[in-house]
């Protein structure tokens, strides 16, 4: 199935999709790799005030190349999910609902995934241009001092994305190979 859903997300929006379901993002998105993910969890257990609201909010784990001339934003390929682990069970917890990347997640993040009704969404790795052509525009919004990791507001339009690890758990790096193997379509 193919489902467009927009930002902020409610767990409601979530709850009819299935892993391997194809996702149209729409509305603001964050991006936050392993520095940002760092300086926020810090951030938090300091107290402070973080960047940007997490209720119903979409990561990007996303370091952006620098744009060319005429363009909004560089290449915008997911980085690796695996690396942000330990941290994103505390931004599920605070209201953090669509994780996006690529790649497997621990059990963690699978069950964090689950108890908070939110889903993690798989980019296209290796296509960093046909990503970047759903940013409608970018603004750097916390730590420009991280260069690409710094944090930023990203508007996006029909960001194509599909649903790997859906609200009840269901994880389409587990299914996905199960179904090649048995011959089913």
Same mark, same amino acid.
């Given at each position: 199935?193919?489902?467009?859903?927009?930002?902020?997300?409610?767990?409601?929006?979530?709850? %009819?999709?299935?892993?391997?379901? @194809? $996702?149209?993002? #729409?509305?603001?998105?964050?991006? /936050?790799?392993?520095?940002?993910?760092?300086?926020?969890?810090?951030?938090?257990?300091?107290?402070?005030?973080?960047?940007?609201?997490?209720?119903?909010?979409?990561?990007?784990?996303?370091?952006?190349?620098?744009?060319?001339?005429?363009?909004?934003?560089?290449?915008?390929?997911?980085?690796?999910?695996?690396?942000?682990?330990?941290?994103?069970?505390?931004?599920?917890?605070?209201?953090?609902?669509?994780?996006?990347? %690529?790649?497997?997640?621990?059990? @963690? $993040?699978?069950? #964090?995934?689950?108890?908070?009704? /939110?889903?993690?969404?798989?980019?296209?790795?290796?296509?960093?241009?046909?990503?970047?052509?759903?940013?409608?525009?970018?603004?750097?919004?916390?730590?420009?001092?991280?260069?690409?990791?710094?944090?930023?507001?990203?508007?996006?339009?029909?960001?194509?994305?599909?649903?790997?690890?859906?609200?009840?758990?269901?994880?389409?790096?587990?299914?996905?190979?199960?179904?090649?193997?048995?011959?089913?379509?």
């Amino acid at each position: 199935m193919e489902y467009k859903i927009t930002t902020p997300i409610d767990s409601n929006d979530l709850e %009819k999709l299935r892993a391997g379901d @194809t $996702v149209l993002l #729409s509305g603001i998105v964050y991006t /936050a790799r392993d520095q940002a993910h760092k300086r926020l969890f810090e951030a938090y257990e300091r107290g402070e005030t973080l960047p940007f609201n997490l209720k119903g909010s979409a990561i990007y784990y996303v370091g952006p190349t620098p744009e060319k001339a005429g363009e909004v934003i560089g290449s915008a390929g997911p980085t690796t999910s695996g690396r942000m682990d330990k941290y994103s069970p505390l931004l599920l917890d605070l209201g953090n609902k669509v994780i996006i990347g %690529k790649g497997k997640r621990n059990q @963690t $993040v699978k069950d #964090s995934i689950v108890k908070n009704k /939110a889903v993690y969404l798989g980019a296209i790795g290796g296509a960093g241009a046909l990503m970047a052509e759903s940013i409608k525009s970018v603004e750097v919004i916390a730590w420009p001092d991280l260069g690409c990791e710094a944090v930023r507001r990203l508007e996006v339009k029909d960001m194509p994305l599909t649903v790997v690890i859906d609200t009840q758990g269901n994880d389409l790096y587990v299914t996905g190979p199960e179904k090649y193997r048995s011959g089913c379509n």
